[in-house]
Each structure stands twice: as C-alpha cells, then as structure tokens.
C-alpha cells in the first residue's frame, strides 16, 4: 500500500465529487474576456459620443445612441463576467479551507489521534 499525500487525495476526492478541474484554462479565459469587455464598453460609448457631436446628421446621431448602449451592455456584460470568475477561485478555496477546518475540529472533538484531511469514518469508541 502506497502512502498518498494530503494533496493527491484531495484531487481524487474532487474527482469523485465531479468538481471541474481549474487548471483547465477556462476560468482564465473568461475572466480575460470580462475584463477586455469592460474596457471595451466604455471606449465605444465614448467613440460614439464624439462620433454624435461631430455631425448635425440625425441618421448619424441616432447610429451613435445605438453603439454607445452597446458599449453600455458590453461593459455590463463584463463586469458580470469579470465577477463570476474572479469569486469563483476565492469561493474553491474557501470551501477547501472550509472542508479542512471542520475535519480538524472533528478530530478535536472526538478526542481521538488527528486524521490526514480526507479520511472518511466516525472513531469507535
């Protein structure tokens, strides 16, 4: 029997749990594209400001409204995407601290020898 460390059971306990894998890359990607729409946002509503003032054209001004809320959704839709991301790595490893605190306090209080993270079963008494 090969002694595993804390680390490699807790990567097989979340695949047991079907937990996605972060270094997958995705999370990164997304939190990517947030953050070039949230910028995005902001200069298309100002291209369309200065685009709107330089023309006494009513056809051009009304093109201009419709890129400027674009650029308004786009900057929503980033900050939401930017959110979601970025809690979502301080939400795994506060559930990870989460799950290690609470086995530890187990272990306190049931008096016995203090468990590796990760081992399953009640102490008999």
């Known amino acids: ?3 595993s460390t804390r680390a490699d059971r807790f990567t097989a306990e ?4 079907k937990i996605p894998d972060p270094a997958a890359g995705h999370g990164a990607l997304w939190l990517r594209t947030g953050v070039v729409l ?3 946002g902001p200069v298309m509503a100002l291209l369309a400001y200065l685009m709107s003032h330089n023309t006494s054209d009513a056809l051009v001004q009304r093109d201009a409204l419709i890129i400027a809320l674009g650029g308004v959704a786009l900057s929503i839709v980033g900050a939401a ?3 979601r991301y970025s809690l979502t790595g301080v939400l795994r490893y506060w559930m990870a601290r ?4 609470l086995a530890q ?3 306190r209080l049931s008096g016995g020898a203090p468990r590796e993270y990760g081992e399953v079963g009640v102490p008999q008494r």
Do not use: H, K
């Open 1 to 3: 029997m090969t002694e």
């Open 14 to 17: 979340l695949a047991e749990l």
């Open 38 to 40: 949230l910028v995005l």
């Open 105 to 107: 306090l187990a272990d």
């Open 81 to 83: 995407l930017f959110l």
């Open 98 to 101: 989460q799950s290690y605190d």
